[in-house]
């Protein structure tokens, strides 16, 4: 393996959170001025401003959210707050087994809110006098019940045959980026195959196992799935992770899903591609402060690899820890701006040229220097993004690299050279 990997710019133009910091001030001071209604409004407004206006009733009492493929209704009523959100239906078959893993939810993933069973039905329920509406306390149970249901109604769907109560509204990918999605993922798996089996002809498991853990992230950032979709990468994220089998067998483990994703028809994969409104953010707001504590061993290695001048180390370690940092956070745009920049520039660029690309943009970070780069992607029409990108989907992997970066080459309005693998 003689160059990085292929960079694509994410589906969506912008990873910044949608958090709004100064309500959450504003909702715990009300709450210890013991202005509960307020403290209450403020929660809301932090998660995102549009809440109220767009989901509440004209009294204010009430508020229907959607969050993914469940909806939480939040109801103000005799000084009580109720939460609950309807969750799933009972099968007519396997519904034992069903009800098994309901009950493993609440004793384990639930710690405040519950699910329970009316008619047939499962809700997810909470209620408290208003006085009691911390807003620490009802952000965690807002938290927990978006996290939980989100996730186990597409998993129970698929395992017990249960039907969603609330049909999620979704927004799917249109033909063009459905295309595209799909042809980057199998570029991707094909593209991180190849490596693999580079790195385990010389028993190099630690470079393998970096290609699959950067690939599995790379996919989550580009494609931005939802459904089963995601829980599938999500889990095979964390299982890639497990320290406690030998490392050869991670890696094994690994490539088999990826060659299950290779496998994957457009269809299947399209089912999960879409858009949809949430309520708790699935990630943590990036901070300045937290992504440098957290790249600063990483950056320091990757220094001492380039003035080493073991190049691929340096890139590995930089794309696998970018691709993490959006794993975990929805980054500010500033970041994201330079990132994406020295992502493109170092896409599919043999090791010695993509190093100091990637070097710098990290120690950009690290000084807090973020001044705003020029990313051509960051104001694109992504119609035109994706339609660029199905016309660079054809011929065999090294072709469609080398049709990518082209088509990059030339937004960036420059030449870009390719080395195959």
Not at 224 to 231: A, D, S
Not at 284 to 303: G, P, V, W
Request: glycine fraction near 4%; aromatic fraction near 10%.
């Amino acid at each position: 393996m003689k160059q990085t990997l292929t960079f694509n710019p994410s589906t969506i133009s912008s990873t910044e959170s949608r958090i709004n910091v100064d309500a959450w001030d504003v909702s715990t001071e009300a709450f210890d001025n013991k202005e509960y209604l307020k403290s209450l409004y403020a929660l809301l407004d932090y998660l995102n401003p549009e809440f109220r206006t767009k989901y509440g009733n004209v009294q204010g009492n009430e508020f229907c959210i959607p969050h993914g493929s469940i909806v939480v209704n939040l109801k103000l009523d005799n000084d009580r707050l109720y939460i609950n959100a309807p969750f799933l239906l009972l099968p007519e078959k396997n519904r034992i087994p069903l009800l098994r893993q309901v009950a493993g939810l609440n004793m384990n993933n639930m710690d405040i809110a519950q699910i329970a069973l009316k008619d047939n039905q499962l809700y997810f329920e909470y209620d408290c006098p208003i006085a009691l509406v911390n807003p620490w306390k009802i952000y965690y149970i807002l938290e927990e019940i978006c996290r939980t249901g989100d996730k186990y109604d597409d998993e129970f769907a698929t395992k017990f045959g249960a039907e969603r109560i609330y049909e999620p509204k979704i927004t799917p990918y249109d033909a063009q980026t459905v295309e595209a999605v799909y042809g980057v993922i199998q570029l991707s798996c094909e593209e991180a195959l190849e490596a693999v089996k580079y790195f385990e002809s010389g028993r190099e498991y630690g470079f393998a196992w970096n290609i699959i853990a950067t690939t599995l992230r790379k996919i989550l950032y580009y494609a931005h799935p939802q459904g089963q979709l995601l829980n599938d990468l999500n889990k095979a994220v964390w299982e890639h992770d497990r320290e406690d089998i030998p490392l050869p067998e991670v890696v094994v483990q690994g490539k088999s899903v990826l060659e299950k994703l290779q496998k994957m028809t457009k269809e299947q994969a399209a089912e999960d591609l879409y858009f949809v409104e949430t309520f708790v953010p699935s990630k943590r707001r990036s901070i300045l402060k937290n992504i440098q504590e957290n790249f600063e061993n990483i950056f320091d290695r990757a220094t001492s690899a380039l003035e080493q001048e073991d190049y691929m180390a340096c890139c590995m370690m930089i794309v696998y820890n970018f691709y993490n940092m959006y794993f975990y956070n929805n980054v500010q745009d500033d970041i994201n701006n330079l990132v994406v920049t020295a992502m493109i520039q170092a896409s599919a660029k043999p090791w010695e040229e993509a190093a100091p690309i990637l070097h710098g943009a990290m120690e950009n970070i690290m000084e807090g220097n973020l001044t705003p780069v020029n990313n051509p992607f960051a104001n694109m029409d992504m119609t035109a993004y994706m339609q660029a990108m199905r016309q660079g989907m054809q011929g065999n992997m090294a072709e469609i690299a080398k049709n990518i970066q082209n088509m990059m080459a030339s937004m960036l309005g420059g030449n870009n050279t390719n080395n195959s693998n």
